[in-house]
C-alpha cells in the first residue's frame, strides 16, 4: 500500500495562484503514475491532471490547460501541482492518486487505486 497526503489548498482570490503537493510514502514512488483529481459541491470528480513516472509526460483536463501544471520530483517522492489564473470555478477538494502502471499515465479515476484525502482550494470573486 502507498500513502498519499495533500497540502497546499487554501484560499486565493481570482487570478491569484496556488501549488499543491502529495508526498507518498509506503512504496516505490517511481513505480506510479501519479494524477490529480477534483470534485466541486454537487459535482462529480473530474480529471485534472496525469505524469507518468519519470515526469516527461503529462497531460491535462481541457479546463485546465495552459493554467495548471503538473510535476514530481521523485527524490522527495513528491507531486506537485501548480495552478495560476484561477478561477471561482477551479474551486473544488482536490485529491492526489497514484495508479501501479509500469509504463503511461492514466486519466480515468479507475486506473488509480490510490488515493489521498483530499485538499480544499477555494476562489473567491
Known amino acids: 500500500q502507498v500513502q498519499l497526503v495533500e497540502s497546499g489548498g487554501g484560499l486565493v482570490q481570482a487570478g491569484g495562484s496556488l501549488r499543491l503537493s502529495c508526498a507518498a510514502s509506503?512504496?516505490?514512488?517511481?513505480?506510479?503514475?501519479m494524477g490529480w483529481f477534483r470534485q466541486a459541491p454537487g459535482k462529480e470528480r473530474d480529471f485534472v491532471a496525469a505524469?507518468?513516472?519519470?515526469?516527461?509526460?503529462?497531460y491535462y483536463g481541457d479546463s485546465v490547460k495552459g493554467r495548471f501544471t503538473i510535476s514530481r520530483d521523485n527524490a522527495v517522492s513528491t507531486v506537485f501541482l501548480q495552478m495560476n489564473s484561477l478561477q471561482p470555478d477551479d474551486t473544488a477538494v482536490y485529491y492526489c492518486?497514484?495508479?501501479?502502471?509500469?509504463?503511461?499515465?492514466?486519466?480515468?479515476?479507475?486506473?488509480?487505486?490510490?488515493w489521498g484525502q483530499g485538499t480544499q482550494v477555494t476562489v473567491s470573486s
Open positions: 505524469i507518468n513516472w519519470n515526469g516527461y509526460s503529462t
Open positions: 509506503g512504496r516505490t514512488f517511481s513505480g506510479y503514475a
Open positions: 492518486a497514484a495508479a501501479d502502471l509500469r509504463r503511461g499515465l492514466a486519466i480515468r479515476s479507475s486506473e488509480y487505486g490510490y
